[in-house]
């Protein structure tokens, strides 16, 4: 006769309320810091867009959706959402592009290559104020040497300061040199995690350094362009430029320069129009949000995670 062994029922397993304490110990200030200096701030900011309010004052008035009726009547909007759009297609696809060339010659064996990868990430961390600053230099018209290289092959230099589009240019070529290293080594950490097995195995089946790059490498940095694409792009639009433009050009010439994460700043610190520079802002954060969520909703598809 077969004994038939009854199965205990399995019971509801609680999580101890000494868990419940190292969790919120642990994770307690870094959400207290979170609520308290963005999730508050963000409240607030949309809280304001909904008032006219000049910065100083003791008096808003509630004016609703208007500022942001009169933002997208003014007529220095359309030229400042190109700005801002063309500043984020340059200067994201110029450094996932530049990042991704100077991560593969940095990832050969050559002599001094520590100290090369040193030189290429340092312009990362220095100050934007004083990038942008030496950078005037570089491209002053009559002693800058950019211009003297123009010269040395009979080319006259551009109006850099004068002229939106070159204005433009030079603030993405300065944008570029000062972030591309960032993605540098980012591409250079996932190109040194790629299995060499994979990479032999196509080379012995014939494959070209060209054919094994795009068949299997590139592929395989999937993860890593992904999240450079979110946060390079969230760094060039929400506040990555701002310090660059400040001390280059001020949002000139003729609003040639000015984004509108240095709309907000000109509005509300320079104008006093608080509660219109906070519609401004809550329009950005919207931007980036929609543009983030469709990166993770599609992009992330073609992702492929090993």
Known sequence: MTTLHQVPATRHRTIPWKSWGTFLLLAGPNVALLVLFVYKPLVQNVQYSLLHWNLGSDRA???GLQNYVNYFHDPKTPTVLLTTLVFAVVTVGGCMALGLAMARLLDRRLRGRTFVRAVVFAPYVLSGVAVGMCWLFVFDPQYGLVSGLLRAVGLGSPNWYNDPDWALAMVCVVYLWKYVGYVAIIYLAALQSVPADLLEAAQIDGASPLRQFWSIVFPLLSPTTFFLGVTVFIESNAGGSFDIIRAMTKGGPLEGTTTMVYQVY??????????YASAIATLLFLALLVVTIVQMV???????YR
């Open 61 to 63: 008035t509630f004016v």
């Open 266 to 275: 000109q509005e509300a610190f320079v104008n006093g129009s608080a509660g």
């Open 298 to 304: 599609v992009v992330e598809r073609k992702v492929h």
